[in-house]
């Protein structure tokens, strides 16, 4: 038996104990053969690390045809606007790295509005909100970096308040939330996070409070309760099935709701071992099939139909091989819009057994 961080994980691997959540809730069973899918449904349930027999595969990387980036990704990636984008965030992510280290390991101030304008330059300098959606999909690598994480989850809050209409005040307070609520993070022994044999008792409580240590380091800093809230609360869930308190509904801070979402859709949209970022219509599903009931529906919806809409009249590619271009998006189930296929139309939410896989 090894554990694993979610990241290194790859279809076939076999859970080697049952994987519950922190309130004891059954979400994969000892003997589960690991698919795409129930890799992915781990983010959502906010899981860490698992355990997986030793006899399954080692993940030490994936078949070429596994990682070859779309056409879709090709074009973004080749264009003037995504290579101004990735020099403007690698900047800004050195920035993040060398600012938090300094405060967490040198004990110097936290300045948050600086650490804030470098998040706000990147996004000034992009060409526009959608688009910073769709190259941060597109710069995809592996990689487990806290930082890179926090700088994602910052931008992707900061489109999303964006879209949710709320004032500049509150779109750059949810920015500067997504850089900080993983800070916590930085605590926790490297030792701990990557230890390949089974935790402690002690060890496993030391990740979980991350929130708390998190929300510890920004109260040294007086900064903003919203952005205090956030480090603690962006693992609470709205059915209480979070932590590090079990919050429910109202009782978590918006920003920490917010954050949640963004924190998650980071997490599920990151590049595994055995495969590129996941088609953001794959998210979408799996987000309707157990996340509302976990997450602020009030936000969770704008979030998805704008994600939705980013895609609108783009060509992608169904499970059965045809390609076609998204024409029309299905309100009730978004994550199956309908698809036109030559002088086809394909409404996906009529056929269950057909999927958009990639985008063309």
């Not at 964006?162 to 779109?171: A, G, R, S, Y």
């Not at 309100?331 to 057994?353: A, F, H, M, W």
Request: glycine fraction near 6%.
């Amino acid at each position: 038996m090894k554990r694993l961080s979610t990241l290194q994980l790859i279809p076939g691997m076999i859970v080697a104990e049952n994987i519950l959540t922190y309130d004891h809730q059954l979400v994969l069973s000892k003997g589960t053969v690991l698919t795409d899918k129930t890799i992915t449904r781990l983010d959502l349930y906010g899981i860490l690390t698992i355990y997986v027999e030793d006899s399954t595969p080692a993940p030490s990387g994936a078949p070429a045809s596994a990682m070859e980036q779309p056409s879709y990704s090709e074009r973004v990636i080749n264009s003037p606007e995504f290579k101004r984008f990735r020099k403007e965030y690698q900047k800004g992510l050195e920035s993040l790295k060398d600012t938090i280290n300094n405060v967490v390991r040198r004990n110097m101030k936290l300045d948050v509005p600086a650490l804030l304008q470098n998040c706000l330059d990147i996004i000034a300098g992009s060409r526009g909100q959608i688009g910073i959606i769709d190259m941060l999909w597109n710069m995809r690598e592996y990689d487990d970096s806290t930082f890179a994480h926090c700088m994602n989850v910052a931008l992707i809050s900061n489109i999303f308040t964006t879209w949710l209409k709320w004032p500049k005040e509150d779109v750059e307070m949810a920015t500067a939330c997504g850089l900080l609520h993983d800070i916590g993070k930085l605590s926790v022994p490297y030792a701990i996070l990557t230890k390949p044999g089974k935790l402690s008792a002690e060890e496993y409580e030391q990740i979980k409070r991350h929130p708390i240590s998190g929300y510890q380091m920004l109260l040294a800093h007086n900064v903003d309760e919203h952005i205090l809230y956030a480090a603690l609360m962006h693992h609470e869930r709205n059915d209480g099935t979070g932590y590090p308190m079990h919050l429910t509904g109202k009782q978590i801070d918006r920003f920490a709701r917010v954050i949640a979402i963004a924190d998650v859709y980071d997490a599920m949209t990151s590049s595994r071992v055995y495969r590129g970022p996941l088609c953001p219509f794959r998210v979408i599903e799996i987000f309707e099939a157990e996340g509302f009931q976990k997450y602020d529906v009030e936000y969770l919806l704008p979030f998805l139909e704008n994600v939705v809409n980013t895609y609108i009249r783009n060509r992608c590619l169904l499970s059965d091989g045809r390609a076609g271009d998204i024409i029309y998006v299905n309100k009730s189930k978004l994550s199956r819009p309908i698809v036109q296929c030559g002088t086809e139309y394909v409404n996906l939410s009529e056929c269950p057994d057909l999927a958009i896989t990639r985008l063309l």
